[in-house]
């Protein structure tokens, strides 16, 4: 239930985060990946993937490949799909296409 650190593998990964804010990189692979609860984290990596907010502010980044990216309930969550056909599910107050991590912090993100 702490803030927690998950990777998944080259392959299809299914995660669910926990209670905490956790940083969740799906990895390669078609990812099913559960934020859970709290202000999360969630990058989708290479492959096509499903990608779930929970019930915090999250942060969504589908990544590389044809993602489906869902925001949940009435959170300020942001969705991106990065590159690839990607469906952007939410609020229309939820939805920024335009977001952008600075190189620097991305490349850190994405080391998980």
Do not use: C, K
């Amino acid at each position: 239930d702490g803030n927690d650190l998950i990777g998944g593998g080259d392959g299809d990964d299914i995660i669910t985060g926990s209670s905490g804010s956790d940083l969740i990189n799906g990895g390669d692979g078609d990812d099913s990946v559960n934020a859970g609860g709290d202000d999360d984290i969630v990058l989708g990596g290479d492959g096509n993937d499903t990608l779930f907010g929970g019930s915090g502010s999250d942060v969504i980044l589908g990544e590389n490949g044809n993602d489906r990216a869902f925001g949940q309930g009435s959170t300020n969550d942001t969705l991106s799909g990065g590159e690839g056909s990607d469906e952007l599910n939410g609020l229309a107050t939820e939805i920024d296409e335009a977001f952008s991590l600075e190189t620097s912090v991305f490349a850190l993100l994405n080391s998980v």
